[in-house]
Each structure stands twice: as structure tokens, then as C-alpha cells.
């Protein structure tokens, strides 16, 4: 297989981990939307990542899509990364939040950073986006007493909530203080000591039009 983007990306980075975990092989191709892009295109037409290349050939896009098919892959007995049963809301709803609160800041960054003027309605649409799901998502790993959201094993919603994190924490460090949403903090922290998230990582650089 062939995981198409850059470790900066929580998207891209989630899918790697769970690579890993699975003990999949892959090769990783660390290509940038805007540096990269025609080398992208040649597997995906959309030129977003995380892109996916199984084995056959066929591409997949959209990390919850491409995560949803690495647990059919492996079975359920080697899917140690999923949480079916009475779990399954609370891991989908935990998910799409961190998931819309990584978009919602890739957003906010564009706009600060490849406008030549910021749209002040935009941005500050987005900085509440971001900071109010921050505090949901904080009360809910506050909440839990478990080492990790559901028990004591790692899930995608653990992975997800900590890459972000680390993304949003590193891309807009100016934007926001952390300073409220100590448990998401230390949810990170734990997740990032981890083996697999220190393989899987890479400190954030903006890659703008034209660079690489």
C-alpha cells in the first residue's frame, strides 16, 4: 500500500498510526496538496490527503472512509483500534467533532495565512468553531477515568483527539491558550509518549503554492 501525505496532516497521521497498529505494510509518500499536487492527482483527482493506494491499485480518500476499510481488512480480531457495540456513538461522535474541529483550523490558517487580508467574519466563525468543540471535547476526556477514552486500549478516537491537538497546538500556536482544556492536554501528552506516535510524526511546516 501507499499512504499519500505529510505527517503534520492529523488526517494523514491517523491513517499512518493505524497502519501501524495493524502491522501493515506501506510505503509513505510525503507529498504536499500545494507543492505536490500533480503528483497526487495521478492517484486521486480530488488532490487531498490522506490518499490510500491498496495493493490492487484503488485509491481511497477521506481518513474515517479509509480507517472504516483498514478495520474490515484486518477482521475483527486484529481491529484493536475500533469500538463496536454499545461504544460505537460515543467513538463516531468524539471522532467527527476532532475531526471537524483539525478542518475547521486548517481553515482558520489558510485564511490567516494565504489571504493577503483575512476576513475578520470568517475568522472569527472559525476560532469559535474550534475553541467551543475544544471545550466539549475536553469535559468529555475529563469525564472518563479510563487511561484512554473507552478503556484501556487505544482507539481511533483517541488517536484522532491527540493528533489534533498537536496539530492545532503547533499550526496556530498564536491563535489559541491551552490553558482551559487541560485534559485534552494531557491526553495528547500521554498519546504522543507512545511508540507509534513518535514513529508517526513530523514538527508542522505551512508548505505555500508553489513550494514543496
Keep these: 500500500m501507499i ?8 488526517f494523514v497521521r491517523r ?10 505494510a506501506f510505503e509513505h509518500k510525503p507529498w504536499s496538496t500545494f507543492g505536490d499536487v500533480d503528483q497526487i492527482a ?27 476499510a483498514l478495520d474490515d481488512l484486518v477482521g475483527p480480531e486484529r481491529a484493536s483500534l475500533a469500538r463496536p457495540g454499545a461504544d460505537r456513538r460515543d467513538f463516531l461522535r468524539i471522532s467527527a467533532f476532532a475531526a471537524g474541529v483539525a478542518d475547521k483550523a486548517v ?32 469535559a468529555e476526556r475529563a469525564k472518563r477515568t479510563t487511561p484512554y477514552l473507552f478503556d484501556d486500549r487505544l ?11 498537536r496539530f492545532v497546538r503547533e499550526a496556530l500556536s498564536a491563535e489559541f491558550d491551552w490553558r482551559p482544556w487541560p485534559a485534552l492536554v494531557a491526553h495528547a501528552e500521554r498519546c504522543e509518549a507512545l511508540p507509534v506516535f513518535q514513529a508517526i510524526a513530523q514538527p508542522y511546516r505551512l508548505v505555500k503554492p508553489g513550494e514543496s
Design 3 to 10: 499512504l499519500i501525505g505529510q505527517y503534520d496532516s492529523p
Design 15 to 24: 491513517v499512518a498510526i493505524a497502519l501501524s497498529t495493524y502491522g501493515l
Design 42 to 68: 495521478t492517484f486521486n483527482p480530488l488532490r487531498r490527503v490522506p490518499t490510500l493506494v491498496f495493493d490492487d491499485g484503488q485509491a481511497m480518500v477521506d481518513s474515517l472512509a479509509i480507517l472504516e
Design 107 to 138: 481553515s482558520l490558517l489558510y485564511e490567516r495565512v494565504l489571504r493577503e487580508q483575512a476576513f475578520p467574519l470568517w475568522v472569527e466563525r472559525c476560532r469559535a468553531q474550534v475553541a467551543e468543540t475544544l471545550t466539549l471535547l475536553d
Design 155 to 165: 482507539s481511533h478516537a483517541d488517536v484522532v483527539l491527540a493528533t489534533m491537538t
